[in-house]
Nanobody, 128 residues
Framework: VQLQASGGGLVQPGGSLRLSCAAS????????IGWFRQAPGKEREGVSC????????HYTDSVKDRFTISSDNAKNTVYLEMHNLKPEDTAVYYC??????????????????????WGQGTLVTVSS
């Protein structure tokens, strides 16, 4: 499945953005999906994921209560709503999906170690 992330941009601290991840076909049946980010000089990390086993969600601690992951079955799109953005949220954001039985937390922790399947990403810059 091919994925295209979009929606990034420049936003002031405290602002909001919504990222979109458009899939070439349905990724909501049997796929673990998630948003990941890589800040300059840092390793890629899992931000938020939806597991393929129960549909549960996972958020990394630094974004809890600020970010929300959701999906639109009809549009084959996964979203990441981001509020109260902070300068440390600045990064290139990527989406990924894998047809495998993963729970959300495991997928978020494991997927960054993959070398392939990352697409172009979308840049989020939080700065005044």
């Amino acid at each position: 499945v091919q994925l295209q992330a979009s929606g990034g941009g420049l936003v002031q601290p405290g602002g909001s953005l919504r990222l979109s991840c458009a899939a070439s076909r349905s990724i909501l049946d049997g796929y673990a999906i998630g948003w990941f980010r890589q800040a300059p000089g840092k390793e890629r990390e899992g931000v938020s994921c939806i597991g393929s086993t129960t549909g549960s969600t996972h958020y990394t601690d630094s974004v809890k209560d600020r970010f929300t992951i959701s999906s639109d079955n009809a549009k084959n799109t996964v979203y990441l709503e981001m509020h109260n953005l902070k300068p440390e949220d600045t990064a290139v954001y990527y989406c990924a999906a894998d047809k495998h039985r993963y729970d959300a937390r495991y997928y978020c922790h494991m997927r960054p170690s993959y070398a392939a399947g990352w697409g172009q990403g979308t840049l989020v810059t939080v700065s005044s």
